[in-house]
């Protein structure tokens, strides 16, 4: 059976919110099998509960924004920049976990999903006795917005293609079309170290209505009209793209559930990509929910990632 996956204890860090830059504490805990991702605002007099899922994604202004209601208290209740974290519980195939916060959005730490990678593999993966669920792609759905789209459509695995186009110098130099299949490439590897990036002309703008005030070199590419201020350059050759794979695969999980799909996409941001999810879930025929009784019966994605715990 391919079964569901936790984390093998608890692990916590500090840092800072890459928007609302309050300083935020952050622990990992394991979850009960079909708990799900569930993220816990603990600074709060009461504890609040907000599940990782679709519908709950109310702002995708420069992050994916999850509330806890839509209504009453809890409409005010919110926990945002989740997708690096939930990019990485999808690279390593973490089914639940409860994610303490103390603060409205989770830090920043370096800007890309490779410091939470190595939270989850210094505690350790364990197998959970139920199996895991897959939501499998049945015919292709699309959205567009003006020149932007993105699309699902059935594949036996994960693969997702992304293009880009900023018209920006340093952008412009480096690769802006990138492909991955997860059955045969290692997200830790290729993808877990991307960072977000930014535009210094962009930064006054953005903190005039509340944004990015926790952004630094420390964590994000940050350009000037020319090029990447950063002193030490980029990881990859096709580092923005590869960030913006790493959203994508943040902003799907938020679907509950890995996906059996390949993903394509151009010039899409979390809005669309949420948009997306939202598109699918309404189609009932478009996609079904799956286990794999054998593990050889189960599709190959994620295969360098998902060794058994």
Do not use: C
């Amino acid at each position: 059976m391919l079964r569901q996956r936790t984390i093998k204890a608890r692990v916590s860090t500090t840092g800072v919110g890459l928007h609302s830059g309050q300083r935020v504490e952050l622990t990992l805990r394991p979850a009960a099998p079909d708990a799900g991702i569930v993220f816990r605002r603990i600074d709060l007099d009461e504890p609040v509960d907000i599940p990782a899922v679709a519908d709950r994604v109310t702002d995708t202004r420069m992050a994916s924004t999850l509330t806890a209601a839509d209504a009453g208290p809890g409409a005010a209740v919110k926990v945002a920049t989740v997708e690096h974290l939930m990019s990485a519980l999808a690279g390593l195939g973490i089914d639940n976990l409860y994610v303490d916060v103390t603060a409205p959005e989770i830090p920043i730490l370096d800007g890309s999903a490779g410091s939470f990678v190595f939270l989850i593999q210094s505690v350790g993966i364990v197998e959970q006795n139920a199996p895991k669920r897959f939501i499998r792609v049945k015919r292709a759905v699309e959205v567009r917005d003006g020149d932007k789209w993105a699309r699902l459509e059935p594949h036996e695995g994960f693969k997702l293609r992304f293009s880009i186009e900023f018209g920006h110098p340093a952008i412009d130099a480096t690769g802006q079309q990138y492909e991955i299949d997860f059955a045969t490439t290692s997200y830790v590897k290729e993808i877990a170290r991307a960072r977000t990036f930014g535009f210094v002309q962009d930064v006054e703008a953005l903190r005039a209505v509340g944004l990015a005030q926790g952004g630094s070199l420390e964590n994000a590419i940050v350009m000037d009209e020319y090029r990447v201020l950063n002193t030490e350059g980029l990881r990859f050759d096709d580092e923005f793209v590869k960030h913006k794979i790493l959203d994508a695969i943040g902003d799907l999980y938020l679907i509950g559930h890995p996906l059996l799909a390949i993903y394509s996409a151009y010039k899409s941001g979390h809005a669309m990509n949420n948009l997306l999810l939202r598109e699918l879930l309404a189609q009932p025929d478009a996609y079904e929910i799956v286990s794999f009784e054998q593990r050889r019966a189960a599709p190959t994605l994620f295969a360098l990632d998902w060794s058994p715990a």
